[in-house]
């Protein structure tokens, strides 16, 4: 079971590290993705970590913004936020799928197996 966590309440222009992990369970050759949905949205992707190699894909919205790295001491993915946008609000779920996703798939959600039950990021205008 992932777990997500670090979601709270932050203004405008601020930052925000949300962290992805998974008691009992070794990141090693996983991707690890990232998505959001806001209320009265689809579930989209924001960004994705492929362990193997350490690639990292992001969605054009947060390119510049966010970015996604792994621990491997900690066995965590985080995803650090910055100049967040209220637009940007949303419930935030980490996804695992225990092997590499190739590139031109690595956004769609159903290559990822795992979910975890997600954390709140909420930005204020």
């Known amino acids: 079971q992932l777990q997500a966590s670090g979601g709270g309440l932050v203004q405008a222009g601020g930052s925000l590290r949300v962290s992805c992990a998974a008691p009992?369970?070794?990141?090693?050759?996983?991707?690890v993705g990232w998505f959001r949905q806001a209320p009265g949205k689809e579930r989209e992707f924001v960004a994705a970590?492929?362990?193997?190699?350490?690639?990292?894909f992001y969605a054009t919205s947060v390119k510049g913004r966010f970015t996604t790295s792994g621990d491997n001491l900690k066995n965590t993915v985080y995803l650090q936020m910055n100049t967040l946008r209220p637009e940007d609000t949303a419930r935030y779920y980490c996804?695992?799928?225990?092997?590499?996703?190739?590139?031109?798939?690595?956004?769609?959600?159903?290559?990822?197996?795992?979910w975890g039950q997600g954390t709140q990021v909420t930005v204020s205008s």
């Open positions: 996804a695992a799928r225990r092997n590499r996703i190739i590139n031109t798939a690595i956004r769609d959600m159903a290559m990822y197996n795992d």
């Open positions: 009992g369970r070794t990141f090693s050759s996983d991707t």
């Open positions: 970590l492929r362990w193997s190699d350490r690639s990292t």
